[in-house]
């Protein structure tokens, strides 16, 4: 079994300023890591993801992420964030045997504050 | 274009009348799935699908049914819907696994049982 856990529901943040959104997992099995954005009233978008390799992943709208398997998170973070990045943010793990078995984080809310 | 697509978007129905939201997908994509979005508790898998006629539970699939008698299409039927399904539903499409491609999440549906 797996789970996600995305311990902040809400994020607010200044206009310019750096975030990170955190994201911890906890598998039995090594697995696929996923962020995913949603804007409102909208489903949801491919952000990146960490398949193997580089624990460093960049994605989309400036936005990376690190894998860190001692520490079994994959946080991600954007230097400078912009108000068109307020939206719904989702982690998501999948095991190797693929998307039917794929599980979503709670959710965090980021806020950007003009 | 690529896309998956719901039908309707938007839908308030009755306790115990039956309904049926489509789900459609134009990229050959042998796996589909759908998911419930409820706020605080992120999405969670209803049912999927691995190809034509092979179908399986999620997490949550009581009072739900699917069928996958075509290839593109994953319609999700509730035979007697209840307010506690009152949700937001998305479907989504891929090929099986992660390191074959994206999954893709069609825009969503609404839907408020009374």
């Known amino acids: 079994a797996q789970s996600v856990t995305q311990l902040d529901s809400q994020v607010p943040v200044f206009e310019e300023a750096p975030v990170e959104l955190r994201c911890n997992y906890s598998s039995s099995v090594s697995v696929y890591l996923f962020w995913y954005v949603q804007y409102p009233n909208q489903g949801l978008q491919l952000l990146l993801k960490?398949?193997?390799?580089?624990?460093l992943v960049k994605g989309i709208n400036g936005f990376e992420a690190e894998f860190n398997k001692s520490q079994t998170s994959f946080h991600l973070r954007k230097p400078s964030v912009h108000i068109s990045d307020t939206a719904e943010y989702f982690c998501?793990?999948?095991?190797?045997?693929?998307?039917?078995?794929?599980?979503f984080g709670t959710g965090t809310k980021l806020q950007v504050i003009p | 274009e690529a896309q998956v697509t719901q039908n309707p978007r938007y839908l308030i129905t009755v306790t115990g009348k039956k309904l049926t939201v489509t789900c459609s997908q134009n990229?050959?994509?042998?796996?589909m799935s759908w998911y419930r979005q409820d706020p605080g508790l992120g999405l969670r898998q209803i049912y999927y699908s691995m190809n034509v006629e092979v179908t399986d539970k999620g997490d949550v699939p009581e009072g739900y049914k699917v069928s996958r008698k075509e290839k593109r299409n994953f319609p999700l039927i509730l035979e007697s819907p209840s307010p506690n399904q009152t949700s937001l539903y998305f479907c989504?499409?891929?090929?099986?696994?992660?390191?074959?491609?994206?999954?893709?999440f069609g825009p969503g549906t609404r839907l408020l049982v009374l």
């Open positions: 990229m050959n994509h042998e796996y």
């Open positions: 960490y398949l193997s390799g580089s624990t």
């Open positions: 989504a499409s891929s090929l099986w696994s992660p390191t074959q491609g994206t999954q893709y």
């Open positions: 998501a793990v999948i095991p190797p045997g693929g998307y039917q078995k794929v599980t």
